[in-house]
C-alpha cells in the first residue's frame, strides 16, 4: 500500500478529504425518469432502438460538440469497438495508463492486443504526455507502416488515455504526440462527460473517444456506453 501512498493522498487533496471512504458517484434520479421509463416500456421499444435511444444520441452528440454519437451495451463494449475501429489487430500493442479501471485493459485485450503502460502525472492522474514521449522516444522506432516497440518488434497501433475520475490528462499534448508518431487516439472519456479541456470537451480530441452511462457515472442509463466521432 505505501508505494501508491502519493496517489490516495492526491486524491484525498483533490476531493478536499483527508479521512474516510471517497465514495466516486450516488445516481439522482429528480427530475422525469420514471415518466420517461414509463413511457419507454408502454412503447415497446426496451432494447436497443427506439425515439429515446435516438433523441440520447442527439443529445449527447450536442453537448460533447461530437459530430456523431452512437450508443452500445457498455463503456468497455465502446472501447472494443473503437479500438477495432482504428484498426487494432491482434499482437499490436496499445499504450495506455496503469491508473485505471480494468475495463481499459480489457477491451485491448479483446482485440487480441497487448496493453503497455505509461505512467500518469501527479497531478492530473493521467496520461503524462512527458513519460510518453521519453518512453517513443527511447524504446521504438518508425517503420513505413507505423510506430513498432523496439523490444517486442510489435507495432503500436494506439493510444488510450483515460481521464480519472473525470479530471482531463493533458490531452493536447498526447494528441500532438500521437500524431508524431502516427500512433491512432482513441480517447477514454468514460468517468468524464462533462469535463472540458480548454473548452473543448473530453473525447472529443481525436477522432474517436468512448463515454460510460454505467450506474456510477455522471449521467447513467442503468449501464450502456457510447462513441463519440469527429
Known amino acids: 500500500m505505501a508505494k501508491y501512498q502519493f496517489i490516495i493522498d492526491k486524491i484525498r487533496e483533490i476531493f478536499h478529504q483527508p479521512e474516510g471512504q471517497i465514495y466516486l458517484h450516488k445516481p439522482l434520479f429528480i427530475g422525469n425518469e420514471k415518466k420517461y421509463l414509463e413511457e419507454c416500456i408502454d412503447s415497446t421499444f426496451v432494447s436497443s432502438v427506439g425515439k429515446f435511444v435516438d433523441l440520447f444520441e442527439e443529445k449527447i452528440a450536442e453537448y460533447t460538440g461530437a459530430r456523431k454519437a452512437v450508443v452500445c451495451v ?45 505512467d500518469v502525472d501527479k497531478d492530473t492522474m493521467g496520461l503524462s504526455p512527458q513519460s510518453l514521449e521519453a518512453f517513443l522516444t527511447k524504446e521504438t522506432e518508425m517503420k513505413a507502416d507505423g510506430c513498432y516497440n523496439k523490444s517486442t518488434g510489435k507495432r503500436i497501433k494506439a493510444c488510450v488515455p483515460m481521464h480519472t475520475f473525470g479530471h482531463p490528462c493533458r490531452i493536447d499534448e498526447i494528441a500532438d504526440i500521437c500524431n508524431k508518431y502516427k500512433i491512432e487516439l482513441v480517447e477514454d472519456a468514460a468517468e468524464s462527460i462533462g469535463s472540458y479541456y480548454k473548452g473543448q470537451h473530453t473525447g472529443t480530441f481525436g477522432k474517436i ?22
Open 209 to 230: 473517444g468512448i463515454l460510460s452511462f454505467n450506474g456510477n457515472k455522471i449521467i447513467t442509463a442503468g449501464g450502456g456506453g457510447g462513441v463519440v466521432v469527429q
Open 74 to 118: 457498455s463503456g468497455t463494449n465502446a472501447l472494443h469497438i473503437a479500438l477495432k475501429l482504428v484498426g487494432v489487430e491482434q499482437q499490436d500493442e496499445v499504450i495506455t495508463q496503469p491508473l485505471t479501471f480494468i475495463a481499459t485493459a480489457n477491451a485491448i485485450s479483446y482485440c487480441g492486443a497487448i496493453p503497455v503502460f505509461v
